[in-house]
Every structure is written in structure tokens, then in C-alpha cells.
């Protein structure tokens, strides 16, 4: 049987873990892009926590550049999973050929932009005299890939789609263990540092992008890249970016998030000393990596169930969303529940991963309990978030996108500090993050017996 067939066949907690493990095991390696950067440079001798502040820095401006990819990963896909459940093959190599051509168009207008006025965006974010060059030479050279960047992970998420959630691992794997080894050699044996790290990148992911241009190109594919199917289409682009607006907005608002915060810590560090705010910063970069170890595993695992979802809702059968949900809501709670009270436990043991600065590392050990509280419950929001981008709820996916980060943790990023200091910057993001997913989970709790309703509906009319 085909893997796409067996979307609709397949006993739901095998499935759930045949799509969902390899999309973990593959975010997990692709998060040592970013991770084993911020170690090395971290840990340079005399200048490594102020080049691991600069490189934070830039973590804003390539996050935005990145969420252009959710249009096509976070909108196309689930579509073209979609279309496959009701056996519409051609028009889900509509999607991804369109999806294609939108993401090269990304990268030549958003790669320049960003060069072109790098200056003004990384003192926008909170640079200083002190870290400015280090974030400069990081951002430049990063974004010479940027195209790979877009194609890499804005059409990894069609072989998922298609069940071939397996090449799409090795195709991030590939990328991120080459990283792994081409770091070390250009950041120390070739004493290229902070340019280093991202010359490896970059390097790194034009592998990644090589292998899933390939996967798509193949026989076994059945989403295939075909010049035919490129030519635009308004109604097929109208649709990728209707249902991608929320994943775009959820990714997107992780950038304003980083300009907020990074702004108020370097603006309230400062009242306390010279350059005190520099630290601060860094702190930030450690604490949001420390976090990434929770929820980019949980992306990995929503992202291989979303085409379980999306076909079984295109197909009709109620009871198997109803069960894929079940899954998917127990294992991101589970995993998010038990790496918080971890890290809230031993916060000294995550923060000298990245850094062995005292004066760096006494801010993370007071802050990071404060920052990631709100994990205990992300997993809820993460399951509901995923069902509702599946089941095409493009309105509620966007609302509960901009609650957690534009309606919640800018304003209190700047309410909190006036009343507690530059540590309000910190407790904003955990009092955020609960709110976000207690107010998401009770909209699900009354939305989804309406999804459920109209998708036996649906099942009833194929079957006519």
C-alpha cells in the first residue's frame, strides 16, 4: 500500500509515531544548527559571551526571514495532504509547484532587504558598540543562503505530506550532522570565528535543500516539482496563503518578540551599569536556546502528524482525528510537562551549555525557572494549534497565533518591567505563554465538536 494511503488505514498510535518520531529525530538534529553555534561561540576564549549576544542578535532578523517559509511549509502542505485525502492528486502538485515558485520569489527580495539594511535592523534589536560587529559578520554571511534556507525547510514539510517522513529526516539530518563537523574546523582550526559558524551553515543547509529539491524530483514521489505545474495560480496561491497566514503570524511573531525583548533588556540593564544590558542580552540568547530544547521537538512531532490530521479530515473519518488529536495532545503535554520541571529544577545545569561567564550565567540561574513556567501547559495550545491549522481553521489558528505573542507578551514585556525591574522582561514571556494556552485550549474544548460534526459530514457525502 502506498505511504500516502496509508494515512487512512493505519493504526492511529503506529502512525502517530512512524510520521511523528522521524519529524522529531529531525528537528532535534536541526536544532544543533543553531545550538552547536551558540556552544562554540560561547565559549571562545574572552570574547565569547559578547559574540554569543551578537549572534542572538541576528536570531530576530533570520527568524523573520524564515517565517516566509510557514506560507508554503505551515499552508501548502497541509493543503496538498488535504487534496491527497480526497484523492485530488493533481491539485496537490498544484500546491507544491506553486508553493515553489513562491518561496524563490522569498528569498531574492527578503535576502536583499535584510543586507541591505542590516545596519539600522541589529541596533533596532538592541546592539551595542561592544557586540555590533560580531552580529554584523555572523548576518552577512548567513544570508548568502538565504534561498537554501527557504527550500529547505519550506518544502521538507511535502515529504512528510506524503508520508515520506523518512527521507525527509536524513535530508535534515544530512544538513545539520555536516554542521556539526564543518564548525569546529572553520570557527577554531581556521580561526574564522563568529563567520565561521555561519559559513557552516550556510554550507549545511545547501546540502539539506539539494536532498529535498531531489526527494521531490524523484519517481517515488507523488508530489513531484514539474515546470508545468509553476505556472501561478491566484486561486492556489490564495489558498497556501490563507491557511499559512497562522503559521506565518506564529513564526513571524517570534521575531517581534525578539526585538521587544532584547529593546527593554538592554534599555533596563543599562539603568544598572555600563553594558550591564549586554548581558542581559546574552542571557536572553542562552534562555531562549535552553527553551528551544522543548519546543522544537514538539514542532517536530506536530509537524508529522499534521498530514494524519489534515488527510483523515479530508477523508472524512471523524473518529480517526478524533483519536490522532487524542495522541497528539498526550505525547506534546507529556514531553513539555516533564522538560520544564527539569529545567525549573537545575536551571545551572542548561545555562553552562552556552556559556561560562559568571556574571552571564547568575542571570540565567535566577531567570530561567521564571521564563519557561509556562511550558508545563504548551503542549496544549501546540496540539490544538496543529489541529486547527490541519483541519484548515485559518481564522481561529490566526487569532490564537498573534494571542500568545502580540496580545499578551509585548504589552506585559513593557508593563512588567516598570514595576519589577529588568526581570519583568523575563516573567513576561512565562506569564504569556500560560495564558496563551489556557485561553487556546478552552476554545478548542467548544470548537472541535463543530469540526468533528462536519467531518463525519463530509465522510457521509464521499461515501455517496
Not at 519546543?295 to 478524533?322: C, E, H, M, S, W
Request: hydrophobic letters at 50%; charged letters at 10%.
Amino acid at each position: 500500500m502506498s505511504s500516502e494511503k496509508l494515512l487512512g488505514t493505519e493504526r492511529m498510535w503506529k502512525q502517530c509515531l512512524r510520521m511523528g518520531l522521524p519529524c522529531v529525530a529531525a528537528q532535534i538534529v536541526n536544532l544543533l544548527y543553531n545550538i552547536v553555534d551558540r556552544i562554540y561561540i560561547g565559549h571562545i576564549d574572552v570574547i565569547g559571551s559578547v559574540a554569543l549576544g551578537g549572534m542572538g542578535l541576528c536570531t530576530p532578523i533570520l527568524t523573520l526571514i524564515a517565517a516566509f517559509s510557514s506560507f508554503v511549509s505551515g499552508g501548502g502542505a497541509p493543503l496538498a495532504a488535504k487534496a491527497l485525502g480526497e484523492g485530488d492528486e493533481a491539485r496537490a502538485r498544484r500546491i507544491l509547484n506553486n508553493g515553489f515558485v513562491l518561496l524563490c520569489a522569498f528569498s531574492v527580495a527578503l535576502g536583499l532587504a535584510a543586507y541591505f539594511a542590516r545596519r539600522p535592523l541589529l541596533f533596532l534589536v538592541g546592539a551595542s558598540n561592544a557586540n555590533y560587529g560580531y552580529a554584523d559578520e555572523y548576518l552577512s554571511i548567513y544570508l548568502t543562503g538565504t534561498l537554501f534556507v527557504q527550500l529547505s525547510v519550506g518544502l521538507n514539510t511535502f515529504l512528510t505530506a506524503q508520508g515520506r517522513s523518512g527521507y525527509a529526516m536524513i535530508s535534515v539530518i544530512s544538513g545539520a550532522v555536516l554542521n556539526i563537523g564543518l564548525d569546529p574546523l572553520f570557527i577554531f582550526t581556521f580561526g574564522m570565528g563568529i563567520g565561521g559558524a555561519a559559513l557552516a551553515t550556510v554550507i549545511s543547509q545547501f546540502v539539506s535543500a539539494l536532498l529535498v529539491v531531489g526527494g521531490l524530483l524523484g519517481k517515488k514521489s507523488v508530489l513531484r516539482l514539474e515546470v508545468r505545474s509553476m505556472k501561478p495560480s491566484r486561486g492556489t496561491l490564495a489558498a497556501i496563503f490563507g491557511l499559512g497566514l497562522a503559521p506565518f503570524v506564529m513564526s513571524a511573531t517570534e521575531s517581534v518578540i525578539g526585538f521587544v525583548l532584547n529593546g527593554r533588556l538592554k534599555y533596563y540593564g543599562d539603568m544598572l551599569g555600563e553594558n550591564i544590558g549586554d548581558n542581559y542580552v546574552s542571557a536572553l540568547t542562552v534562555l531562549q536556546s535552553v527553551m528551544m530544547f522543548i519546543t522544537v521537538p514538539v514542532q517536530g512531532f506536530t509537524q508529522g502528524v499534521t498530514p494524519i490530521l489534515a488527510y483523515n479530515f479530508g477523508a472524512g473519518n471523524g473518529a480517526r482525528l478524533k483519536r490522532a488529536f487524542f495522541i497528539t495532545l498526550c505525547v506534546c503535554w507529556a514531553y513539555c510537562c516533564l522538560c520544564c520541571i527539569v529545567m525549573m529544577s537545575a536551571p545551572r545545569l542548561f545555562g553552562v551549555i552556552f556559556t561560562d561567564d559568571m556574571s552571564v550565567l547568575s542571570i540565567t540561574d535566577k531567570y530561567l525557572p521564571v521564563f519557561v513556567f509556562g511550558m508545563l501547559i504548551f503542549g496544549v495550545q501546540r496540539a490544538c494549534q496543529t489541529t486547527f491549522v490541519a483541519v484548515t481553521e485559518a481564522k481561529i489558528s490566526l487569532f490564537i497565533a498573534i494571542l500568545r505573542k502580540i496580545i499578551l507578551l509585548v504589552p506585559l514585556a513593557f508593563i512588567f518591567p516598570l514595576f519589577m525591574g529588568v526581570g519583568g522582561v523575563y516573567w513576561a514571556e512565562g506569564v504569556a505563554d500560560t495564558t496563551a494556552a489556557v485561553l487556546c485550549g478552552t476554545i478548542f474544548f467548544f470548537r472541535f465538536r463543530k469540526i468533528l460534526a462536519k467531518t463525519y459530514a463530509r465522510g457521509q457525502s464521499l461515501q455517496a
